[in-house]
């Protein structure tokens, strides 16, 4: 049998234990020998440059500042210590992958931050395992996300009303991932945003991969900003942006920011906020589980306790949170 526990991040090695599989580590792994490490997606609390071989995507590898050694596409398969490695796509971010392990006795499913509502970069499979290993993030009742496409359209009304009052939009999001999507929508409704350096670079590496987004860069801000404009930032510039586009265009700049769950932050001073995640909610995570008929669930990050709690009640299965 495989075991499962969290060290330096989820590590999964069978009988001897002298191989090790680590998902996701938050610390830089320096033995290199007898290990592979799984990077799921190129968030920053993910992406360590280290010692022992990394498996991703190849989309994960452009977006880290180093390369993977392995790279594999989704479904291509890799052996490691008797057991038959894959990823699938988990619709987070771009190159975002669920892992699927398959040892000589089960099926193990790391699922990694996902969504299975669809979006620009498809849809997650639910994978039918013998355990699966979900993340907790929005995991209690009270996270239930709204119909994306009302809000997406909600987003775009206001922006029109704010134009039309003559002022400028600013748009804070998180620069990889929600910054493409909102890229995206834009373009979708006719309207190019302009973006700043470090939203560029990653739309730019959206766009080689197949994910065609229109943008102007600050190359061009003179001719945008001549008129009132709709630009991106990161959500944590807002303001500082907001004040200077103002002071340049003589115009005041309305602000949104864009967010997963909007009560989690404190948004004082800024006009608007609009519900976009990338993330599963509460009743997405159930969904999976219900879905992927698990024996045995393993609850991480964020609210993994309380989940297992309701994961074992509702489901009569095994749940526990791996810590
Ligand atoms: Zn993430």
């Known amino acids: 049998m495989a075991s499962v526990i969290m060290k330096e991040g989820i590590v999964i ?26 990077i799921s997606h190129a968030h920053s609390d993910h992406v360590r440059k280290h010692e022992a071989r990394v498996l991703c995507t190849p989309e994960t590898s452009c977006l880290m500042p180093f390369e993977a050694k392995v ?23 771009l190159g975002s992958s669920q892992l699927v392990i398959d040892t000589k006795d ?19 499979e639910i994978i039918e395992a013998d355990t699966i290993i979900i993340e907790s993030t929005y995991g209690l009742p009270k996270f239930r996300f709204p119909e994306i496409r009302e809000v997406q359209s909600q987003l775009i009304d206001w922006i029109e009303r704010e134009k039309q009052k003559g002022n400028n939009v600013l748009l804070g999001a998180y620069s990889l991932g929600k910054a493409q999507e909102v890229t995206k929508l834009l373009n979708e409704s006719g309207e190019k945003p302009l973006v700043n350096e470090q939203i560029a670079y990653y739309n730019n590496i959206y766009k080689k991969n197949k994910v065609n987004l229109e ?109």
Do not use: C
């Open 215 to 323: 943008y102007y860069t600050t190359e061009k801000d003179e001719e945008v900003k001549e008129a009132p404009f709709t630009a991106v930032t990161q959500h944590n510039k807002i303001k500082e942006e907001a004040r200077r586009l103002s002071s340049e265009t003589g115009r005041k700049t309305s602000t949104a920011v864009l967010t997963g769950w909007s009560s989690l932050y404190n948004f004082t001073g800024i006009h608007k906020t609009f519900q976009l995640p990338d993330h599963a909610d509460f009743y997405q995570i159930l969904e999976y589980v219900e879905n992927a008929k698990p024996r045995k669930v393993l609850t991480v990050h964020g609210y993994s306790k309380q989940l297992a709690k309701i994961i074992e009640k509702l489901f009569s299965i095994k749940a526990k949170p791996l810590e």
């Open 13 to 38: 090695s069978q009988d001897n234990g002298k191989h090790e599989l680590i998902l996701d580590p938050n610390k830089k792994v320096r033995h290199k020998d007898n290990t592979l490490v799984s």
């Open 71 to 93: 790279r594999k596409k989704y479904w291509e398969e890799i052996e490691f210590d008797g057991m038959t490695v894959t990823q699938a796509n988990a619709n987070h971010i």
């Open 106 to 124: 089960e099926r193990i499913v790391y699922t990694g931050d996902f969504r299975l509502k669809e979006s620009m970069l498809g849809k997650a």
